[in-house]
């Protein structure tokens, strides 16, 4: 499974920016799909999951309410839509996809190694 993310970049605090995330190779690789950041000097944390199979969503608490996961089937296409965009958010953020349940992200150890990972996109928010 191959992941390409797309759609970084600077914004100013209060704006949007969406990622997407095109994977390649079988869906039946792995069960949930989402997204995790790092900022300089941070652990990476989970942002987002969907699960493959009923299509459930999970947030962070930091991004709840503020930013969206999505999935076009068709295309194989994952998109983060992500409003209100705080300093904060700045960060690389990654595409994953793994064989573990998309709701356990947010638990999982730090060091847990997740099956594929993209390259990584820069969001920066900042005026």
């Known amino acids: 499974v191959q992941l390409v993310e797309s759609g970084g970049g600077l914004v100013q605090p209060g704006g949007s920016l969406r990622l997407s995330c095109t994977a390649s190779?079988?869906?039946?690789?792995?069960?949930?799909i989402g997204w995790f950041r790092q900022a300089p000097g941070k652990e990476r944390e989970a942002v987002s999951s969907?699960?493959?199979?009923?299509?459930?969503?999970y947030y962070a608490a930091s991004v709840k309410g503020r930013f969206t996961i999505s999935r076009d089937s068709p295309s194989n296409t994952v998109h983060l839509q992500m409003n209100n965009l705080k300093p904060e958010d700045t960060a690389v953020y990654y595409c994953?996809?793994?064989?573990?349940?998309?709701?356990?992200?947010?638990?999982?150890?730090?060091?847990?190694?997740?099956?594929?990972w993209g390259q990584g996109t820069q969001v920066t928010v900042s005026s």
């Open positions: 190779g079988s869906t039946a690789d792995y069960y949930a």
């Open positions: 994953v996809a793994d064989r573990s349940d998309g709701s356990t992200w947010f638990h999982l150890p730090v060091n847990y190694e997740y099956d594929y």
């Open positions: 969907l699960s493959i199979r009923d299509g459930n969503t």
